[in-house]
């Protein structure tokens, strides 16, 4: 591939973490059980977009560097370590700080005992997935595959470099990694040792890896207008969304790979502005989102001094809620109180948001919060965890 198309990718690059980031709100603020659907793993299909991604961008890395033999490799090593681990090990310490951990029943992170030293050396040297510990932070579960992976990266390029049927090795290299990969999924469903198989775990993803490398070796001919690349890459989502699973994931990948040179660069002046930001601190973004969510949810309703009082029914709710404000705005008592009517947790989360001052405070003593009865459960459960009581009001004019 000749051409450098970094607005192309950089779109990609973001639609990957915001696939990331929406996936997580969606499971934390409960908006799938609230609306009775199930949300797909759009999330996960973000992470195997960035594994195309990033083998791609490594490349020509390597292509840049000029380099060769073991320079090439220890060059590449190092930058990878110095690029990944820093931000990986800061998310991992804050969280064990904190005394936060993702393995709860709420989806992300949440208040926990505190963490084992062997699972917080496995998270710090991005092995978990080898000793079987867990992850911390729950989006840390594809870095070890991203650093097992860059151990082959080096010698790949090495491989297919300059070799005209390159393309032609990596296409026979990805089916054998897709017979290895459903070889190892067979075993892991008819007895083999846990263990064993969980450890071959990287097998699964080697051919949503390859394709980014089957990308670099093909030559770049735009014969697709630009203006067709975002509906390509929204397609192949809506096609995981569709039907997710590991060969869904490493057929869309594929087509992703080979795809990738057909398209002729982006040209809209406010679309890659915004690519380019979002992809730019994407990796601050994946790992730090969790942590907003926490804060927004957690941390700031946990200051309101005289806990919650969530207010919920089948009708009403909104009036209830005005006429309870009302009562407490005589006595003097500042709330905090989403007054709009968003009653899913995205629009508590923003009211606690607007209320929040420097320093961590909060503009208020008691929250008063208008609660959809799909989420009232969770929130009562999580209020009682974070403040260690609530109260819950169902509105007296319901239906009857």
């Known amino acids: 591939m000749q051409v450098k198309l ?6 990609l690059r973001a639609v990957a973490v915001l696939l990331v980031l929406a996936q997580h709100i969606l499971n934390r603020f409960r ?8 949300i797909p793993p759009i999330g996960v299909f973000g992470v195997l977009l960035f594994f195309v991604h990033t083998c791609l961008v490594l490349m020509y890395s390597m292509e840049r560097s000029g380099l060769e033999g073991r320079a090439l490799a220890g060059n590449f090593y190092v930058r990878r370590l110095f690029r990944i681990y820093p931000l990986s090990i800061l998310a991992v310490l804050t969280a064990v700080a904190l005394h936060l951990d993702a393995v709860q029943g709420i989806p992300g992170l949440s208040r926990a005992a505190p963490v084992e030293t062997g699972r917080i050396v496995s998270n710090l040297l991005l092995m978990q997935n080898l000793f079987k510990t867990g992850s911390i932070i729950n989006v840390l579960w594809s870095l070890p595959f991203e650093v097992q992976m860059y151990i082959f990266l080096p010698f790949l390029f090495l491989w297919i470099r300059g070799k005209r049927s390159a393309a032609g090795r990596l296409g026979l290299l990805w089916m054998a990694f897709v017979v290895l990969a459903t070889v190892r999924t067979y075993w892991a469903e008819h007895g083999a040792p846990v263990g064993l198989v969980g450890r071959l775990l990287l097998l699964e993803y080697v051919p949503n890896f390859l394709p980014g490398v089957i990308a670099f070796t093909l030559v770049h001919t735009p014969r697709m207008k630009s203006y067709l690349w975002p509906p390509f890459i929204l397609i192949l989502v809506a096609a995981y969304s569709i039907l997710p699973s590991s060969a869904t994931g490493w057929a869309l990948c594929l087509l992703l790979g080979l795809g990738i040179p057909f398209f002729a660069e982006i040209r809209t002046g406010w679309l890659r502005a915004i690519s380019h930001q979002i992809a730019t601190y994407s990796y601050g973004i994946y790992l730090s989102h969790q942590f907003c969510i926490w804060f927004a949810l957690g941390v700031l309703a946990g200051r309101l001094a005289r806990g919650s009082v969530l207010v919920s029914a089948t009708n009403g709710k909104t009036t209830t809620a005005a006429l309870v404000a009302g009562i407490l705005a005589r006595e003097r008592i500042p709330v905090v109180h989403n ?11 923003s009211a606690l948001l607007a209320a929040a001052r420097p320093h961590g405070s909060i503009a208020g003593e008691l929250g008063l919060f208008e609660v959809d009865e799909g989420w009232l459960g969770e929130g009562e459960k999580m209020y009682k965890r974070r403040e260690g009581h609530s109260i819950a009001v169902r509105s007296p004019l319901q239906r009857q």
């Open 6 to 11: 970094s607005a192309n990718l950089d779109f």
């Open 31 to 38: 908006i799938g059980p609230m609306l009775g659907i199930s």
């Open 339 to 349: 007054a709009t009517g968003a009653n899913m947790a995205g629009g508590i989360a």
